[in-house]
C-alpha cells in the first residue's frame, strides 16, 4: 500500500430498482489530476475481497455483475480513490441483501376485456422485473368507479 493518502469516498450507499443494483457515493474532491475509483466485493458466504468489474473508472458508480445478481446473497462492497501512487483507505457499504433491500415498481397491469358482465373487471398483474423460481409476490388492488350518478349500485 501507498504511504501517500487521500480522503476516502463518502456516503456509499447501494441503490437497487428492480433487483438491479449499484454502488454509489460521493466524489473525493482533491487537486492534483484525474481521480480514479475501485470497488471490491464479498459476499457473507465468501468471506474474501475481490475485484468487480470497476478498477480505476473516473466515474462515482458501478453496476454490479451479473454474479452479484442473487437476490438472497448477502454483500458488502468497499470503494477507495486513486491519484497515482497516493491511494485512500477503502469506504465500505453496509451489507446489502437484493431481496430485503431493493425497491420493486409498480407492476405492468393490463385490463382484459369481458363480454359476458358490465359488473366485473378482469385485470393482469405482472411483475416489473423477469421472475425466478420461487418468487412469491403479493399485490393489493384497489379500484374505484368514476360515475356522476347518485344511485347506488
Same mark, same amino acid.
Given at each position: ?65 451479473? !454474479? &452479484? ?8 462492497? *468497499?470503494?477507495?480513490?486513486? $491519484?497515482?501512487?497516493? %491511494? /485512500?483507505? +477503502? ?29 366485473? !373487471? &378482469? ?8 421472475? *425466478?423460481?420461487?418468487?412469491? $409476490?403479493?399485490?393489493? %388492488? /384497489?379500484? +374505484? ?9
Amino acid at each position: 500500500e501507498s504511504s501517500l493518502h487521500l480522503p476516502a469516498p463518502r456516503d456509499v450507499r447501494v441503490y437497487s430498482y428492480n433487483f438491479r443494483s449499484s454502488l454509489r457515493w460521493s466524489p473525493v474532491k482533491v487537486d492534483g489530476g484525474p481521480l480514479l475509483y475501485t470497488v471490491h466485493f464479498k459476499t457473507g458466504a465468501f468471506n474474501q475481497w475481490d475485484e468487480m468489474n470497476c478498477t480505476r473508472i473516473s466515474r462515482t458508480e458501478c453496476d454490479f455483475p451479473q !454474479l &452479484l445478481n442473487e437476490p438472497r446473497w448477502t454483500v458488502t462492497l *468497499r470503494v477507495r480513490a486513486e $491519484l497515482g501512487p497516493a %491511494v /485512500s483507505a +477503502w469506504a465500505e457499504s453496509e451489507p446489502f441483501v437484493a431481496e430485503r433491500n431493493t425497491t420493486i415498481g409498480p407492476p405492468q397491469v393490463s385490463s382484459v376485456p369481458e363480454a359476458r358482465s358490465s359488473d366485473s !373487471l &378482469l385485470i393482469s398483474v405482472t411483475p416489473p422485473f423477469a421472475s *425466478r423460481r420461487g418468487d412469491s $409476490l403479493q399485490y393489493r %388492488v /384497489s379500484y +374505484w368507479e368514476n360515475s356522476t350518478s347518485t344511485t347506488k349500485k
